[in-house]
């Protein structure tokens, strides 16, 4: 990697770190955080996307007797859903339990969950629909939000909470298709017919985006993850046209708040030279590629140092205990010890064993 000089940024701490927690167990101080921060970390920390999910039976429970969109805006129960997996696993950074779709919401599309997975019947479909959404007060439309951190931080200690939400491709697709997409034909209809209206509804959701992340430091998140969960669909013409501007400008206003920034774009493999000119501090990488050989892509590129978040697949979580050994020891190794989160290449699935995810851990954070 060629050498390059950090742009002059402070990396700022929560203020209200746990009381009684001496100064070197700050959030700051954390293997997530100087592994963020591309510094060297005697291992890897770990933490993995959907953490606190259906694989957990202490999550299930508790769904037992909500919704889905209950549990997310009830702050005492989505706090103790996002501690769940810290206390069963001891894992290094917590994610704040929410859903990528709140802020659509608050934007004013109804959203629903079914069993087919979410539903937003009002969707955009032509530049007139635009009228339907607006930007909107953080601390107004998802206060629940901002209690669900306050109330997170209180129970963690010195372990760094992720604050995220959807990158703004990923969120339109949502706004036009109104579901998860398969082929996301709507979506690529409405660019191609309404090119304008496509840039003025990524720009404001990157504007809304800003504001709700912002709004999320300001409570006490350690750093934000962007997911871009369906951006492996586009095209390079596609990502020049409509994906790259607004992405970057969210994440360059993002970087002054001075807590670290994670790219994740799930499927963007093939396109990591383009993605690293995003100007993110750390990049999600799926389970596509090897991390080695992401980062030698991103390098070529990157306007400075960067760390590297993955990758483990999924799926393998689902295989024998000695194949997971095998392939989460690899990652650590191409991964390295300086700059490597260490995390899955995607979300983890809702049917993995949980002897798996011991074994993971295990592998992980005592080699
Ligand atoms: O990572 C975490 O543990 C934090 C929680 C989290 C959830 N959703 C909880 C959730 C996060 C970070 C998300 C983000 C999210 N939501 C994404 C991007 C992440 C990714 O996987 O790429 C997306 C695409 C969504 C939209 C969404 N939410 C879908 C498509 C679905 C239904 C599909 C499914 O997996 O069931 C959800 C529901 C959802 N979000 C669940 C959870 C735990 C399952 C809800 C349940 O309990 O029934």
């Not at 997170?152 to 298709?177: D, K, M």
Request: glycine share 8%.
């Amino acid at each position: 990697m060629r050498k390059r000089e950090w742009p002059a940024r402070t990396f700022v701490s929560p203020s209200s770190v746990s009381k009684n927690a001496p100064m070197s167990a700050s959030p700051t101080d954390s293997l997530f955080l100087r592994a963020c921060r591309g510094e060297a970390t005697s291992r890897p920390p770990l933490w993995m996307m959907r953490q606190a999910g259906r694989y957990l039976p202490e999550y299930r429970r508790i769904r037992e007797k909500v919704s889905f969109l209950e549990l997310c805006k009830t702050p005492s129960l989505a706090a103790e859903v996002t501690l769940q997996p810290i206390r069963r696993f001891g894992f290094d950074a917590a994610i704040l339990f929410s859903d990528l779709l709140v802020p659509l919401e608050a934007m004013g599309l109804s959203v629903e969950f079914t069993e087919q997975g979410p539903r937003l019947p009002t969707a955009i479909r032509t530049p007139d629909d635009l009228a339907r959404i607006h930007s909107f007060d953080p601390a107004q439309r998802t206060d629940f939000v901002l209690e669900t951190i306050r109330l997170a931080r209180e129970g963690l200690g010195s372990t760094p909470l992720i604050g995220f939400a959807g990158a703004p491709f990923t969120v339109a697709t949502y706004a036009i298709e109104g579901k998860t997409a398969k082929n996301f034909t709507e979506t690529k209809k409405f660019f191609y017919r309404y090119p304008q209206a496509a840039r003025q509804l990524l720009s404001m959701i990157g504007g809304a985006t800003e504001a709700y992340l912002k709004s999320q430091v300001a409570a006490g998140v350690a750093a934000v993850q962007l997911f871009d969960s369906w951006v492996g669909v586009v095209s390079t013409d596609d990502w020049n046209d409509f994906v790259f501007e607004p992405t970057a400008a969210l994440i360059a206003a993002l970087r002054t708040t001075g807590v670290p920034v994670i790219y994740f774009g799930n499927g963007a493999t093939t396109i990591l030279d383009r993605v690293a000119a995003l100007g993110a501090d750390v990049y999600g990488i799926d389970w596509r590629l090897p991390l080695d050989e992401a980062r030698a892509r991103l390098a070529t590129t990157a306007r400075y140092p960067f760390a590297v978040q993955g990758n483990l697949d999924p799926a393998v979580l689902l295989g024998p205990i000695p194949l997971i050994e095998r392939r989460a020891a690899d990652v650590v190794a191409r991964g390295g010890c300086r700059g490597h989160v260490f995390n899955l290449g995607h979300g983890i699935t809702p049917e993995t064993p949980i002897e798996s995810v011991e074994a993971l851990v295990r592998v992980v954070q005592q080699g």
